[in-house]
């Protein structure tokens, strides 16, 4: 089992930026399918943006396109979220998850339903005011 720890979350105002990052261990894989979910309360946990470490395709939501980059430092084992032009609509707790690569990243990336669990992290919260 991954282990995923979260960091970088933080209060900003409206048209800020913030970049989350998240220190993995543990590793079984050479790649994984890394993804930012993120779940804002009384709502359901929705993924943002994703990577394969192995090919570095990239997958956003449409929320996100454009104002998030996610990237990969695979000789760190750290995966980033840099997050810009925020919005009071980006508030919610920001969770890391890694999902085994035997399973299709370009299907599951943001999908919260996978055929095998992901490994989470803590979360860190964001909160952006208007």
């Known amino acids: 089992q991954v282990q995923l720890v979260e960091s970088g979350g933080g209060s900003v105002q409206a048209g800020g930026s913030l970049r989350l990052s998240c220190a993995a261990s543990?590793?079984?894989?050479?790649?994984?399918?890394m993804s930012w979910f993120r779940q804002a309360p009384g709502k359901e946990r929705e993924g943002v943006a994703a990577i394969h470490t192995g090919d570095f395709r990239t997958y956003y939501s449409d929320s996100v396109k454009g104002r998030f980059t996610i990237s990969t430092d695979n000789a760190e084992h750290t995966v980033y979220l840099q997050m810009n032009s925020l919005k009071p609509g980006d508030t919610a707790m920001y969770y890391c998850?890694?999902?085994?690569?035997?399973?299709?990243?370009?299907?599951?990336?943001?999908?919260?339903?996978?055929?095998?669990?992901?490994?989470w992290g803590q979360g860190t919260q964001v909160t952006v005011s208007s």
């Open positions: 998850a890694a999902l085994d690569p035997q399973i299709d990243c370009s299907w599951y990336a943001l999908r919260l339903s996978t055929p095998s669990p992901r490994s």
């Open positions: 543990g590793y079984t894989y050479s790649s994984y399918c």
